[in-house]
């Protein structure tokens, strides 16, 4: 089992910007690629950025070229940097680990992002 928590959530302003943490732990050894997910309301959850363990990532058209997904091997953790935030990125954002199979391993408690003037 791999335990997830997030950090980094809140409230900003459009064109904000906010950085999301998350920390694993436990059988982390079986951990390839790293994800962040979100869900807005109403809406499915959906992927929003995603390392493997080689550093190739991988965005959702709706936020390239303006958030970075980005990895640290050595304290587990990854990271999600967003700029130039907007109303329509408003939603609660979770973070994943999955094997080298591409099976989730573990999934975080999710933490809220509201864009909002």
């Known amino acids: 089992q791999v335990q997830l928590v997030e950090s980094g959530g809140g409230l900003v302003q459009p064109g904000g910007s906010l950085r999301l943490s998350c920390a694993a732990s436990?059988?982390?050894?079986?951990?390839?690629?790293m994800a962040w997910y979100r869900q807005a309301p109403g809406k499915q959850r959906e992927l929003v950025a995603l390392i493997t363990g080689g550093g190739i990532t991988n965005y959702a058209d709706s936020v390239k070229g303006r958030f970075t997904i980005s990895r640290d091997n050595a304290k587990s953790t990854v990271h999600l940097q967003m700029n130039s935030l907007k109303p329509e990125d408003t939603a609660v954002y979770y973070c994943?680990?999955?094997?080298?199979?591409?099976?989730?391993?573990?999934w975080g408690q999710g933490t809220q992002v509201t864009v909002s003037e």
């Open positions: 436990g059988s982390i050894a079986n951990i390839n690629a």
């Open positions: 994943n680990v999955k094997n080298g199979m591409g099976y989730a391993l573990g």
